[in-house]
């Protein structure tokens, strides 16, 4: 059983930064690829990133390439998002979920365990 707790959420203006970071209990967190999804108000959820087990492979969605990225310190047993750019689009709660493998996952579905989320909004 894996518990995660995400942190960082918050409320910042367009084109600011915000960093989010998810704590994951346990003693094999290499173990797990990690992702990133969000769901906005009246929407699905939808994936946002993932990290390889090692942490030496990420993908991105289109949406965020190039502006958000993700890390892993497996030491701390913790991955980040860095958001950086943010738009008015990228408002939602932001999910940090596990997947059993070391492989990165895009699907929801290939997740194990999912933390409660962390609100990000996004003024203009």
């Known amino acids: 059983q894996v518990q995660l707790v995400e942190s960082g959420g918050g409320l910042v203006q367009v084109g600011g930064s915000l960093r989010l970071s998810c704590a994951a209990s346990?003693?094999?967190?290499?173990?797990?690829?990690m992702g990133w999804f969000r769901q906005a108000p009246g929407k699905e959820r939808e994936f946002v990133a993932t990290i390889s087990g090692s942490g030496a492979v990420t993908y991105f969605a289109n949406s965020v390439n190039g502006r958000f990225t993700m890390s892993r310190d497996n030491a701390k047993n913790t991955v980040y998002l860095e958001m950086n750019s943010l738009k008015p689009e990228d408002t939602a709660v932001y999910f940090c979920a596990a997947s059993v493998g070391r492989l990165p996952q895009s699907l929801s579905t290939s997740y194990d365990y999912w933390g409660q989320g962390t609100q990000v909004t996004v003024s203009s």
């Open positions: 346990g003693r094999t967190f290499d173990n797990y690829a």
